[in-house]
T-cell receptor, first 110, second 114 residues
Framework: TQLLEQSPQFLSIQEGENLTVYCNSSSVFSSLQWYRQEPGEGPVLLVTVVTGGEVKKLKRLTFQFGDARKDSSLHITAAQPGDTGLYLCAGIPSYDKVIFGPGTSLSVIP | DAGVIQSPRHEVTEMGQEVTLRCKPISGHNSLFWYRQTMMRGLELLIYFNNNVPIDDSGMPEDRFSAKMPNASFSTLKIQPSEPRDSAVYFC????????????FGPGTRLLVL
């Protein structure tokens, strides 16, 4: 069974701090997605990483796909209250399959 | 363009009652998904339709749950009879072709079974 683990499960930080959340698996993925779910809403896709070692930046968010395509990280610089939400990673192991991780719940305190 | 539309947004019902959740996917999208989200179990895929045909229903909990997609613009998820453990947020999502592509989620239906 292919599983995705995310850590930490919960994170509460002060506005302006930096943070990194992780998505790990023992399986290889052809690509990996990160979604953010704001309170009371559905998840929204932030980014898709495809190549091992790939780094993508989205304003203050930096996404990295591991060289072996088994893991990924999301780094947020100078977190803001608007970053509060549930961050879900989703791995694509093969054609027409996707596996969601359990998520990291982030709370940024003003 | 309108996103994925779900109704109702909130539903409170009593144990044993039938519950029907509705979804209108984004026009032109060929794949539709029903998910259930709880604190304990996270986001779980219940069923995946492609071109109105159920492709993967391995996540449907039991016979009390059923889903239909009679046409490309409408799907329902029915629970009969409902139980308190069915309380959760139910999301509908759609994607252009296949499930590994960007999935666009609706706002969810918050179901409480008393």
């Amino acid at each position: 069974t292919q599983l995705l683990e995310q850590s930490p499960q919960f994170l509460s930080i002060q506005e302006g701090e930096n943070l990194t959340v992780y998505c790990n698996s023992s399986s290889v993925f052809s690509s990996l997605q990160w979604y953010r779910q704001e309170p009371g809403e559905g998840p929204v896709l932030l980014v898709t990483v495809v190549t091992g070692g790939e780094v993508k930046k989205l304003k203050r968010l930096t996404f990295q796909f591991g060289d072996a395509r088994k893991d990924s990280s999301l780094h947020i610089t100078a977190a803001q209250p608007g970053d509060t939400g549930l961050y879900l990673c989703a791995g694509i192991p093969s054609y027409d399959k996707v596996i969601f991780g359990p998520g990291t719940s982030l709370s940024v305190i003003p | 363009d309108a996103g994925v539309i779900q109704s109702p947004r909130h539903e409170v019902t009593e144990m044993g009652q039938e519950v029907t959740l509705r979804c209108k996917p984004i026009s032109g999208h060929n794949s539709l998904f029903w998910y259930r989200q709880t604190m304990m179990r996270g986001l779980e895929l219940l069923i995946y339709f492609n071109n109105n045909v159920p492709i993967d229903d391995s996540g449907m909990p039991e016979d009390r749950f059923s889903a239909k997609m009679p046409n490309a613009s409408f799907s329902t998820l029915k629970i009969q009879p409902s139980e308190p453990r069915d309380s959760a947020v139910y999301f509908c999502a759609s994607s252009l072709r296949r499930r590994q592509e960007t999935q666009y989620f609706g706002p969810g239906t918050r179901l409480l079974v008393l």
